[in-house]
């Protein structure tokens, strides 16, 4: 397979095949090939998005421990972070967000628990909808949510949500692949845009299981899509694994973002990497 064919395509605006793919993100994060790579997915972020960046800002309605057994999560039960539940009032989520608002964010993201009452996280979101300029947009991070439950955010003012089918879902969380998936076809039908990521990295995830995450969050045309590292909790079962460098993680994001369609503008990367 050769490299130069491969971006050759990219730059046709061709679909990269999964064994393409798998063999952009099998190279050494520190070779010439990756830097290639990194190089064109640039390119290519800075020509669908007119060369502008965007700026998200986020806040939670409550802190809690969660029974979803997401081992990567510190609000996962097991791990032990959290061990009471706290909540923010109707007052604190307003200033909030318009405080985000007055600092230049380009979009809101409101977060809960997936055990939060979703009544009480729509009660609070049409407050705070209401004290925002009609442009600001309102993104939701919640659990999983039925069809009536993805009309509801969409009545209460937001513009979209961020979801994601985590890596071996069902395996390091107890949450069904397909509850993860069901809940993104409600979001889309229900008029929203979809945010993702391939997400939370860690050194064992193979470059097939990442190949294949891409091709999913590619299959249903995301507002943004990006990949995010796994990053470590101490004194948790997961930490044991590990953590990928920033430059793995470049490396990641740099390959999902050639395996997006031109229609995704957005591509990020989080926690925090630089180069990234």
């Given at each position: 397979?050769?490299i130069?064919?491969?971006?050759?395509?990219s730059?046709?605006?061709?679909?990269?095949?999964?064994?393409e793919?798998?063999y952009?993100?099998?190279?050494?994060?520190d070779?010439i090939?990756?830097?290639?790579?990194?190089?064109?997915?640039?390119?290519?972020?800075?020509?669908?998005?007119n060369g502008k960046?965007?700026?998200?800002?986020?806040?939670?309605?409550?802190?809690?421990?969660?029974?979803?057994?997401?081992?990567?999560?510190?609000?996962a039960?097991v791990n032990?972070?959290?061990?009471?539940s706290?909540e923010?009032?109707?007052q604190?989520?307003?200033s909030?967000?318009?405080?985000?608002?007055?600092?230049g964010?380009?979009?809101?993201f409101?977060?809960?628990?997936?055990?939060y009452?979703?009544?009480?996280?729509?009660?609070i979101?049409?407050?705070v909808?209401?004290?925002?300029?009609?442009e600001t947009?309102?993104?939701?991070?919640?659990?999983?949510?039925s069809?009536?439950?993805?009309?509801k955010l969409?009545?209460?003012?937001?513009?979209?949500?961020?979801?994601?089918?985590r890596?071996r879902e069902?395996?390091?969380?107890?949450l069904?692949?397909?509850?993860r998936?069901q809940?993104?076809?409600?979001?889309?039908?229900a008029?929203?845009?979809?945010?993702?990521?391939?997400?939370?990295v860690?050194?064992e995830?193979?470059s097939?299981e990442?190949?294949?995450?891409?091709?999913?969050?590619a299959?249903?045309n995301?507002?943004?899509?990006g990949?995010?590292?796994?990053i470590?909790?101490?004194?948790?079962?997961?930490?044991k694994?590990?953590m990928?460098?920033?430059?793995?993680?470049?490396q990641?994001?740099?390959?999902t973002?050639?395996g997006?369609?031109r229609s995704?503008?957005?591509?990020?990367?989080?926690?925090?990497?630089?180069?990234?």
């Amino acid at each position: 397979m050769n490299i130069d064919y491969i971006l050759s395509k990219s730059r046709d605006q061709e679909v990269l095949s999964h064994k393409e793919l798998v063999y952009l993100l099998d190279l050494p994060p520190d070779s010439i090939e990756t830097y290639m790579v990194m190089a064109e997915s640039n390119r290519v972020s800075k020509e669908v998005s007119n060369g502008k960046a965007e700026i998200h800002a986020q806040f939670a309605v409550n802190l809690s421990p969660c029974n979803c057994g997401c081992l990567f999560c510190s609000f996962a039960k097991v791990n032990g972070v959290f061990n009471e539940s706290t909540e923010i009032s109707v007052q604190e989520a307003v200033s909030y967000a318009r405080q985000f608002e007055i600092d230049g964010a380009n979009a809101i993201f409101i977060m809960s628990t997936a055990n939060y009452s979703f009544e009480r996280f729509l009660e609070i979101s049409k407050e705070v909808k209401t004290n925002l300029k009609p442009e600001t947009t309102l993104i939701a991070n919640v659990g999983d949510q039925s069809a009536a439950g993805a009309l509801k955010l969409k009545d209460a003012g937001f513009t979209g949500v961020y979801h994601a089918l985590r890596l071996r879902e069902g395996i390091d969380t107890h949450l069904s692949v397909e509850s993860r998936k069901q809940s993104i076809l409600n979001f889309k039908e229900a008029g929203l845009e979809v945010g993702t990521c391939v997400e939370p990295v860690g050194p064992e995830h193979s470059s097939e299981e990442l190949a294949d995450m891409i091709e999913f969050t590619a299959s249903f045309n995301p507002a943004f899509s990006g990949a995010a590292r796994r990053i470590s909790i101490p004194n948790t079962v997961i930490a044991k694994r590990g953590m990928i460098s920033e430059l793995r993680m470049a490396q990641i994001a740099a390959v999902t973002r050639l395996g997006m369609p031109r229609s995704v503008k957005g591509n990020c990367t989080h926690e925090p990497c630089t180069l990234g």
